[in-house]
Every structure is written in C-alpha cells, then in structure tokens.
C-alpha cells in the first residue's frame, strides 16, 4: 500500500472503528459482446489495522454520477452515510 495522508482517514462512524478510506475504480468490457461500452463502477473502502494488516472494515458503492472535486470528501461522505 502507498503512503496515507492525513486526509485520507475517516472518522468511526455506527459499528465501524476509524481508518483510512480508498476510492476503487473498476472498469470492464464484456468479451464478445462487440459495441457494447465499457461499464465503470467505483467503490469507497474503510481500511484498518488488524493484527498488524490491513483489511476492509466497510464497501460501499459510489453512484457514478456523485463527481465530488475532492476525493476525500467524496470518500468521508459515502463511508459516513453507509
């Protein structure tokens, strides 16, 4: 994993402990299927130390229309709202 900024963390919020939050973009085509577009989904993650690794505590998708500017509090907001 790269570096975390202080930005990137996000606070406890119900049953989920504080930690770092990650915006997971995934696109894909479907083989065979020619003239079909590419479909794009996007996920924020809850990441937190356990044991001594990291692991996802909270996925929650991302509505492809939200465009938030600032990913970091795109990421808060959908986490916090989870």
Known sequence: MGKVAVED???AV????????VLVTNSF???GL?????????????LIR????WVVDQVEDV??????????TLIRTVLAEG
Do not use: C, I, M, W
């Open 29 to 31: 085509t479907y083989p």
């Open 63 to 72: 509505d492809s229309l939200e465009d938030e500017p600032n990913a970091a």
């Open 9 to 11: 963390a996000v606070p």
């Open 14 to 21: 119900g049953v989920h402990p504080a930690g770092y939050g």
């Open 34 to 46: 020619p003239g079909k577009p590419a479909q794009t989904s996007r996920r924020a993650l809850r």
């Open 50 to 53: 356990e044991n001594g690794s």
